[in-house]
């Protein structure tokens, strides 16, 4: 059974291997795709539907009912900023649908602490061989498909 999983944000597709930071960029907890989000802000969605089983004020995975688990992360090294920013309108353990709102946050404003708002969506306990249809380029929408989990 395979899981299409949306975008979290509205933006530009980013190869992971841009992501300015080694952890994302090399796939060391998976593969994916990162989007740079629009500027302005904005509610980062669910993109898969499933259960929130890791919440932070910058980051979240969501598991779907097949287990496949996808990360979110919102900017890079956010954690710094303690949640400052970010509002939660989930908690773990929550059932979500894709394209459920789950924070909301402002790239700008990360941008303006210095760090980057670029957006790792990360397939997790899986290798790149189990993706398909990925995005590498292009502008998208909230929920539009960046891979499938296969």
Known sequence: M?????????GMVTPMSEVPDPVFAESMVGPGVAV?????????VAPVSGTVVTLHPHAFVVATESGAGVLVHLGIDTVKLQGEGFSLHVAKGDQVEQGQPLITWDPEEVQGHGYSAVCPVVALDTDATSLDDVLDDGTVRVTDVLFRVV
């Not at 395979?2 to 509205?10: K, L, R």
Request: cysteine-free.
């Open 2 to 10: 395979s899981v299409e999983v949306g975008s979290p944000v509205p």
């Open 36 to 44: 740079t989000p629009d500027l302005g802000r904005q509610d980062a």
